[in-house]
């Protein structure tokens, strides 16, 4: 089911080539990190990368069991660590890569591919040096083909198994998992020094911030970063040009203006979008690890996956006029609530249906107080969804939302959430337009809750 407006996916997912307005700080964005991903339609999220965080087909994995138990069986963990890895797929698990499998591994069976990660992970103990030589010419993972190394946290939206390994490796060990996506040889590497453009600095700092703050960006790639598929300029190209950008936009050269004219990330190029960055959004780390670093209206240069990133850190906006801003002042009223919204857009600020594309305000602003007004009234939402809403994912259906703290979910639509009253209306606005939210648990012909499951009897 398509639900536009509101889930915050997993880091990384595959589908850039097909999503042109995608950001790249977004989660269905690129197809060369396989490893943290999932595959998105209109963010559906369908598991196909070889770390996906989520599979919602719960895939058996078939195979022999060659996981590294001795590493495995350790219990001292590390909080942070680079890695590399070698991935090797065999055709039995062609349902779990849904189309993307490579065509090595189609042909491949488990008996095979036991050989190879096992001949892998002996070349690997043998002389470490040969890990990018290794990762180039073996791995079926298109992501570790760049070179970068994956950051693997307790955190990270990496499949368990995955970050079971990588996080009890010690420095240059390697070891062999199996997770739905076949044989993972991992390797832990120091932490590569940092680029001489980077915000050293900064990112040295221990005071990062703990809340959401909000930055805007130019980025800028170059042939061989792993994520900047389409880049044609050089290392040293990108080098020069993300000094100069990074000049002007100290110099006080609106970022708006910088991005439209410099940067390569499609969902913020040419709306100037100011991108809500929290300890634990799902974004690539080094770009997070600068945002909450930088003080307000300061600007860094970070490296990722995607190129270099130049961010600066923006003032809160104010308010939209037509959001509630009463009860957004409210602390949150409950940490578990089930919402249905009706979507709106306007010319400015929209998703992807032509109503919202050709509303000018003046009709936004009717439209959205004529709805609150029918709700508040007693109205049902759920053909009111149905008629104006302009998120596919719940309009026809009526379909809720289950919203916590920690849910996927974009932040202003679960700050307005949490604090809605059962049976009230309020109103938001997200980077796809105006939310006109009802809380409906707790309402007459709501489903009831389950009730808790009873105390295990004590022995």
């Given at each position: 089911m398509k639900r536009i407006a509101l889930l915050v996916l997993v880091v990384l997912p595959l589908a850039a080539s097909c999503e042109k307005s995608k950001s790249k700080l977004d989660p269905a964005l690129d197809e060369s990190r396989t490893l943290t991903s999932t595959q998105t339609t209109d963010h559906q999220e369908v598991a196909v990368g070889s770390g996906s965080a989520k599979n919602p087909h719960e895939i058996a994995t078939?195979?022999?069991?060659i996981d590294s138990k001795a590493i495995l069986a350790r219990t001292e963990t590390s909080a942070s660590v680079q890695v590399k890895h070698v991935l090797i797929g065999w055709k039995d698990l062609s349902a779990?890569?849904?189309?993307?499998?490579?065509?090595?591994?189609?042909?491949?069976?488990?008996?095979?591919?036991?050989?190879?990660?096992?001949?892998?992970?002996?070349?690997?103990?043998?002389?470490?040096?040969?890990?990018?030589k290794l990762v180039s010419e073996l791995s079926e993972d298109p992501g570790s083909k760049g070179g970068d190394p994956y950051e693997v946290k307790a955190d990270?939206?990496?499949?368990?198994?995955?970050?079971?390994?990588?996080?009890?490796?010690?420095?240059?060990?390697?070891?062999?998992?199996?997770?739905?996506?076949?044989?993972?040889?991992?390797m832990r590497i120091p932490p590569p020094p940092p680029d001489p453009l980077e915000s050293a600095d900064i990112l040295a700092r221990t005071d990062a911030a703990k809340?959401?703050?909000?930055?805007?960006?130019?980025?800028?790639?170059?042939?061989g970063a792993p994520g900047a598929r389409t880049a044609t300029r050089t290392k040293a190209e990108a080098d020069a040009l993300t000094k100069k950008v990074f000049e002007l936009a100290k110099s006080g050269k609106?970022?708006?203006?910088?991005?439209?004219?410099?940067?390569?990330?499609?969902?913020?190029?040419?709306?100037?979008?100011?991108?809500?960055?929290?300890?634990?959004?799902?974004?690539?780390?080094?770009?997070?690890?600068?945002?909450?670093?930088?003080?307000?209206?300061e600007i860094g240069i970070v490296k990722s996956p995607f190129g270099f990133h130049i961010i600066k850190r923006v003032p809160p906006?104010?308010?939209?006029?037509?959001?509630?801003?009463?009860?957004?002042?409210?602390?949150?009223?409950?940490?578990?609530?089930?919402?249905?919204?009706i979507l709106l857009g306007w010319k400015e600020v929209h998703a992807e249906d032509?109503?919202?594309?050709?509303r000018e305000r003046p009709a936004l602003e009717k439209?959205?107080?004529?709805?609150?007004?029918?709700?508040?009234?007693?109205?049902?939402?759920?053909?009111?969804?149905?008629?104006?809403?302009?998120?596919p994912g719940s309009a026809k259906s009526g379909e809720s939302y289950d919203v916590t703290p920690d849910a996927g979910l974009v932040p202003p639509f679960k700050n307005l959430s949490l604090r809605l009253k059962s049976g009230e209306v309020g109103v938001v606005k997200t980077d796809f337009g105006i939310h006109i939210i009802q809380r409906v648990d707790g309402m007459p012909g709501a489903p009831a809750e389950k009730p808790p499951a009873p105390p295990a009897p004590k022995p």
């Open positions: 078939p195979g022999k069991d779990a890569y849904r189309g993307h499998m490579d065509p090595r591994a189609e042909k491949r069976t488990n008996d095979e591919a036991v050989k190879l990660a096992q001949e892998t992970l002996a070349k690997l103990t043998a002389d470490p040096t040969q890990l990018d990270t939206a990496f499949v368990p198994e995955f970050k079971n390994l990588a996080l009890r490796l010690k420095v240059n060990e390697a070891g062999i998992v199996k997770t739905n996506y076949g044989y993972h040889v991992i809340g959401e703050v909000k930055v805007q960006h130019v980025l800028i790639g170059w042939k609106p970022m708006a203006d910088l991005m439209k004219e410099y940067s390569e990330d499609p969902g913020s190029k040419d709306n100037a979008r100011i991108y809500d960055v929290a300890p634990d959004a799902p974004m690539v780390e080094p770009f997070k690890n600068l945002a909450l670093r930088l003080k307000e209206n906006p104010p308010p939209d006029s037509l959001e509630s801003a009463d009860i957004l002042k409210r602390e949150p009223t409950t940490k578990s609530a089930k919402v249905k919204h032509e109503r919202g594309k050709t439209l959205v107080k004529d709805t609150v007004k029918k709700l508040q009234g007693g109205a049902k939402i759920e053909p009111l969804m149905a008629e104006l809403s302009e998120d």
